[in-house]
C-alpha cells in the first residue's frame, strides 16, 4: 500500500510514475499514478521483488487483486524472472481491465507455467491514459479452507495435526516493540484489511550482522485470523498484549516506557480485546466481530499481559492490569 517510510520500498517504477496521499483508506492514504510515457517504444509500470523473490509453483494459481479507478483503461500483470537471459522474463501474464472512476477493487488469476522460487511481480499500463493502484496483493489460489488471500494450507494443516492445547499469539518481542511507538497493536490489526496500517517489523534494524530494513508488516494476519486460526486448529487462544514496556533490552531508560500512572489506554486495549472476542453483537468491539464474519463469540478464557518483562518495573505494570481484568471479567486467567 506505498506506506514504508520510504513509499516504494521493495518497488521498481519505470516511466510516468507519480505517489499520491488522497486515497480512499484513511489509514494508507498513499497509491500510485500510472501516466502515459507519451512515447510509442517507452513504459510506464511497476516491479515488486517480493520478500526475495516471489515464490511460485508449476501449475499452482495465483490471485491478483488491487484497488484500482481509471475510465476504460488496461494493466498487464506479469510474473516474471527478471534474471533471464532468454527472448523473454515473461512466465505468465494477464490483462486487466479498469473501467470506473471511482476506487474498485479488481481481481484475476495468474497460472503459474513453472516453478521460480525467486520470481518479481510487474504490472505494466497498457493504455494512454491514467490509472490509480492501491493495495496491491498477490495470494495462492488454494489456500487452508479456500479463504481468499488466506494462510498457507501446509503450515496450517501442520499446526492443526499437532493437536496445540493453546495459541499464543502474535508472538513475543514483537508485542513490545522496539520502542513503544512500534508495540503491536491489536486494534490496528482489525477490521478491512485495505485500512490496516503498516507497523515496522520488531527485527529489521536489530542486528547489524542479519541486517533487513524492508522488514515491515501490514497486518493482513490480525487478530481476527488469530482467534479464528486457534478455534480452527482446536486450540484455546491466547492474546498476549504490551504491558507499557518497550523491550527492556533495548530501553534501560526510564522514559521509554509508560509510566504507571499513564497506562489507562493500555489497560483499556486489555477490555476491549475481551469484548473483540467474547462480547454480545450489540458491543461495540462484538460487532466489529460479528461483521468481520464471526457473530459467535470466540470463548476467550486466557489473556497474556507482557512478554519478557522483568525486574520491579513489571509486576508494578502488571498490577493495574490484573485489578481491572478482574473487575470487569472475574473468570479471565490472566498470564505473565
Known amino acids: 500500500s506505498f506506506e514504508f517510510p520510504q513509499n516504494f520500498m521493495g518497488w521498481t517504477t519505470f516511466g510516468n510514475v507519480k505517489l499520491m496521499n488522497d486515497g480512499p483508506f484513511e489509514r494508507n492514504p498513499h497509491y500510485v499514478r500510472l501516466g ?10 511497476i516491479e515488486n521483488e517480493g520478500f526475495f523473490g516471489v515464490a511460485i509453483k508449476k501449475d499452482a494459481e495465483y490471485r491478483f487483486s488491487v484497488w484500482a479507478r481509471g475510465e476504460n483503461q488496461r494493466i498487464r500483470v506479469e510474473l516474471i524472472d527478471n534474471s533471464s537471459m532468454g527472448e523473454s522474463q515473461v512466465l505468465v501474464s494477464n490483462n486487466l481491465e479498469i473501467n470506473s472512476k471511482e476506487w474498485k477493487q479488481y481481481e ?23 490509472v490509480d493502484l492501491e493495495h ?3 495470494f495462492p489460489v488454494d489456500t487452508w479452507k479456500g479463504r481468499k488471500n488466506g494462510l498457507r494450507k501446509d503450515l496450517v494443516e ?15 518481542c514483537i508485542v513490545e516493540g522496539t520502542d513503544l511507538a512500534t508495540r503491536y497493536n491489536w486494534k490496528n490489526t482489525v477490521g478491512p484489511v485495505e485500512n490496516r496500517p503498516l507497523n515496522e517489523n520488531r527485527w529489521h534494524y536489530t542486528f547489524q550482522h542479519r541486517f533487513f530494513p ?3 508488516q ?3 494476519l490480525g487478530f481476527y485470523e488469530f482467534f479464528l486460526l486457534s478455534e480452527e486448529i482446536g486450540a484455546e487462544p491466547l492474546p498476549v498484549l504490551s504491558c507499557g514496556l518497550a523491550c527492556q533490552f533495548q530501553n534501560e531508560n526510564e522514559e521509554a516506557h509508560v509510566k504507571v500512572c499513564d497506562l489507562g489506554s493500555y489497560i ?35 489473556i497474556g499481559i507482557g512478554n519478557e ?4 518495573e513489571y509486576p508494578e505494570h502488571l498490577k493495574p492490569f490484573v485489578e481491572a481484568i478482574r473487575k470487569a471479567y472475574p473468570d479471565m486467567n490472566i498470564i505473565g
Not at 502515459?36 to 509500470?45: D, E, I, Q, V
Not at 501442520?158 to 513475543?172: C, E, H, N, S, Y
Request: aromatic share 12%.
Open 36 to 45: 502515459a510515457p507519451n512515447h510509442a517504444h517507452k513504459r510506464t509500470g
Open 108 to 130: 484475476i488469476i495468474l497460472k503459474a507455467p513453472v516453478t521460480e522460487p525467486k520470481a518479481h511481480l510487474r504490472i505494466f499500463l497498457r493504455t494512454q491514459g491514467v
Open 136 to 138: 496491491v496483493s498477490l
Open 158 to 172: 501442520a499446526l492443526r495435526d499437532i493437536q496445540p492445547g493453546v495459541f499464543r499469539f502474535p508472538g513475543g
Open 214 to 216: 524492508d522488514y515491515f
Open 218 to 220: 501490514t497486518y493482513g
Open 268 to 302: 483499556q486495549d486489555a477490555l476491549d480485546l475481551i469484548e473483540f472476542a467474547n462480547g454480545d453483537v450489540n458491543t461495540t468491539w462484538g460487532k466489529l466481530r460479528a461483521e468481520m464474519g464471526h457473530p459467535e463469540p470466540f470463548n476467550l478464557k486466557f
Open 309 to 312: 518483562q522483568w525486574g520491579p
